[in-house]
């Protein structure tokens, strides 16, 4: 299958600081990602669509000014939580489609804001 | 009601059982649907895709009823490696993948 990973693997920051999550397509080039988090024992949950060239379409209740979302080339998404707070520890995943329906994701990263 | 909805489980079965999923989903409008595995604190990756006319791969087995909007996973002579937790995803067609939370396959010697 196809192969998308995404950096860091895992994030200890303070409460107050920003992070970015890098999403990279390796094998295959993606006009859109996809942007999920996972809370414990919860499903996936789709935070964003990024669309390379253009913005972010976000899911009902998302605050786009706190995950800023940023598809600058055809292998690269990056997701910026803003302001990070204890509530946003978090599991996020990417996810980029080579073609047709099928999603491949990235490893994760895991977000713990202390 | 929820727009995927599978059974948590966890399911306990011995090696070389066989086990079967359910899963139901909401919008009559889905087109695409597949299953998942995901391990603990890992990625989902991908087992299968199910198809209406039901497909087969090795010891798992996806079947998709869109009259009864229900999908299911069977597994044949379950492996130890098999414990996850298992996916149904369900596709709208435009993009966008809904999860289900998943079951949990637990196989024991």
């Known amino acids: 299958g196809a192969v998308v990973s995404q950096h860091p693997s895992r994030v200890i920051c303070k409460s107050g600081t920003s992070v970015k999550i890098e999403c990279r397509s390796l094998?295959?080039?993606?006009?859109?990602m996809f942007w999920y988090r996972q809370f414990p024992k919860q499903s996936l949950m789709l935070m964003a669509t990024s669309n390379e060239g253009s913005k972010a379409t976000y899911e009902q209740g998302v605050e786009k000014d706190k995950f800023l979302i940023n598809h600058a080339s055809l292998t690269l998404s990056t997701l910026t939580v803003t302001s990070a707070h204890p509530e946003d520890s978090s599991f996020y995943i990417c996810s980029a489609r080579p073609g047709g329906e099928t999603q491949y994701f990235g490893p994760g990263t895991r977000l713990l804001v202390l | 009601r929820k727009e995927v909805e599978q059974d948590p489980g966890p399911f306990n079965v011995p090696e070389g059982a066989t086990v079967a999923f359910n899963c139901t989903y909401s919008n009559s409008a889905s087109q695409s649907f597949f299953w998942y595995r995901q391990d603990c604190r890992k990625e989902p990756k991908l087992l299968m895709s199910?198809?209406?006319s039901g497909n087969e791969d090795g010891r798992f087995t996806a079947q998709l009823n869109r009259a009864s909007q229900y999908i299911s996973l069977l597994i044949r002579d379950s492996k130890l490696s098999d414990s996850a937790t298992y996916l149904c995803v369900v596709g709208s067609g435009y993009s966008t993948l809904t999860f289900g939370k998943g079951t949990m396959l637990l196989v024991s010697p």
């Open positions: 199910v198809y209406s």
């Open positions: 094998d295959f080039q993606a006009t859109t």
